[in-house]
C-alpha cells in the first residue's frame, strides 16, 4: 500500500471515502476542502495535512479523489492558471467522483493529459454509509490501464465496481441513474400524497405498494420518511435538481421528449425555489402532501 492519496471536497462524501481508505491502511496524507475548518478537523481525525492550496494537494499524493459540488468547482479545481492541481501533477491520477455532465469530464481529461496526468471518472451511486463502511456502487470511465492500476484503491471502497468505457460515459450512466431514481422519488411521493389525501393509511399502503409493481428501492429507502416528514439528508433535493437537469439536457441534445424527466426536474426545482433544497430528497413529499409546503 505504497500510495499516497488525497481528497479535495471533504463534506459528506469525500470525508467518509478519506476515513474508509485510512482505516484500510492507505496512506492518507493531504485534504482540502473550501471549507477550511472541516478540512483541517478531518486532516487531525485521520493524521493528514490539511492543504491550503491545490498545488500542495498534488505535490503530497500520487493519487487524488475529487468531491466537489457541480462543473464549476471542478473546472475551478483543475483550473489551467493559477491555483491548480494540475501544478506539478505529471505522473499522478486523478479520480473524479462529483456528478458532473459528461463535457466537463472529458474537459478535465483533455487538462489532465496536458499536464502530464491522468483524469478517471470515479462516478457513485450510493450515500454518506456506503462511503464511510467501503460499500459504494462505483461506475468509472476513462484510461483502461490507468483504472486497472488503481483498481485495488476502488475495490476498498466499492462493493459493486464496474467499467463503463471511455471518458464522459460514466457520468452519462450515472446521469440515468439518478434521473430514473429521481422519478420514481417523485412518483412515490405524489403516490403517497394521494394516499393521504383518500384518508388510506399510508402503512398499509406502503406494506401493498412493497408487494405489487409499486415496488422500488426508494420506496425502502424513502417511504417511510416521507410519511413522518423524516428529512435528515442523504442525498439533497438540492443535488437531486442539479442531476435531473444535467439528465434532461442530455435528453434534449438527444432530440428526445422525456416529460417525466422535465416534470422531475420542476419539481425538485421548485423545492429548491421554495427554500427547501438542504432537505433529503425525500423532502419532495412536502410539495405532495395536503396541509405541507405546497
Known amino acids: 500500500m505504497s500510495e499516497k492519496i488525497a481528497f479535495v471536497g471533504t463534506g459528506r462524501m469525500g470525508g467518509n471515502m478519506a476515513r474508509r481508505l485510512k482505516d484500510c491502511g492507505y496512506q492518507v496524507t493531504a485534504v482540502y476542502d473550501t471549507n477550511t475548518a472541516g478540512a483541517a478537523e478531518l486532516a487531525r481525525e485521520i493524521g493528514a495535512r490539511a492543504c491550503t492550496k491545490l498545488a500542495e494537494v498534488t505535490a503530497a499524493a500520487d493519487l487524488i479523489f475529487t468531491v466537489v459540488t457541480n462543473d464549476a468547482a471542478q473546472l475551478a479545481v483543475f483550473a489551467e492558471q493559477g491555483d491548480s492541481l494540475l501544478t506539478g501533477a505529471k505522473g499522478r491520477i486523478f479520480v473524479n467522483c462529483a456528478t458532473l455532465t459528461p463535457k466537463v469530464h472529458v474537459e478535465v481529461e483533455r487538462r489532465a493529459r496536458a499536464a502530464?496526468?491522468?483524469?478517471?471518472?470515479?462516478?457513485?451511486?450510493?450515500?454518506?454509509?456506503?462511503?464511510?463502511?467501503?460499500?459504494?456502487?462505483?461506475?468509472?470511465?476513462?484510461?483502461?490501464?490507468?483504472?486497472?492500476?488503481?483498481?485495488?484503491?476502488?475495490?476498498?471502497?466499492?462493493?459493486?465496481?464496474?467499467?463503463?468505457?471511455?471518458?464522459?460515459?460514466?457520468?452519462?450512466?450515472?446521469?440515468?441513474?439518478?434521473?430514473?431514481?429521481?422519478?420514481?422519488?417523485?412518483?412515490?411521493?405524489?403516490?403517497?400524497?394521494?394516499?393521504?389525501?383518500?384518508?388510506?393509511?399510508?402503512?398499509?399502503?406502503?406494506?401493498?405498494?412493497?408487494?405489487?409493481?409499486?415496488?422500488?428501492?426508494?420506496?425502502?429507502?424513502?417511504?417511510?420518511?416521507?410519511?413522518?416528514?423524516?428529512?435528515?439528508?442523504?442525498?439533497?433535493?438540492?443535488?437531486?435538481?442539479?442531476?435531473?437537469?444535467?439528465?434532461?439536457?442530455?435528453?434534449?441534445?438527444?432530440?428526445?421528449?422525456?416529460?417525466?424527466a422535465k416534470a422531475t426536474k420542476e419539481q425538485f426545482d421548485r423545492m429548491v425555489a421554495l427554500g427547501l433544497g438542504q432537505l433529503d430528497k425525500s423532502g419532495i413529499a412536502e410539495l405532495t402532501f395536503k396541509g405541507r409546503h405546497a
Open 116 to 260: 502530464g496526468a491522468v483524469s478517471l471518472e470515479g462516478c457513485m451511486a450510493s450515500s454518506i454509509p456506503q462511503a464511510r463502511n467501503g460499500t459504494l456502487y462505483l461506475m468509472c470511465g476513462g484510461d483502461r490501464a490507468a483504472f486497472d492500476k488503481v483498481k485495488p484503491v476502488l475495490e476498498k471502497l466499492s462493493s459493486s465496481l464496474r467499467y463503463i468505457g471511455t471518458t464522459g460515459q460514466a457520468a452519462q450512466v450515472k446521469a440515468l441513474v439518478n434521473m430514473v431514481m429521481n422519478c420514481n422519488t417523485a412518483a412515490l411521493a405524489e403516490g403517497l400524497g394521494l394516499g393521504q389525501a383518500l384518508g388510506l393509511d399510508l402503512d398499509m399502503l406502503r406494506e401493498v405498494f412493497l408487494q405489487t409493481g409499486a415496488n422500488s428501492q426508494v420506496l425502502k429507502t424513502d417511504g417511510e420518511d416521507m410519511q413522518n416528514r423524516a428529512h435528515d439528508c442523504f442525498f439533497s433535493a438540492e443535488h437531486a435538481a442539479k442531476d435531473s437537469g444535467i439528465a434532461y439536457q442530455l435528453g434534449v441534445e438527444a432530440g428526445l421528449n422525456l416529460p417525466i
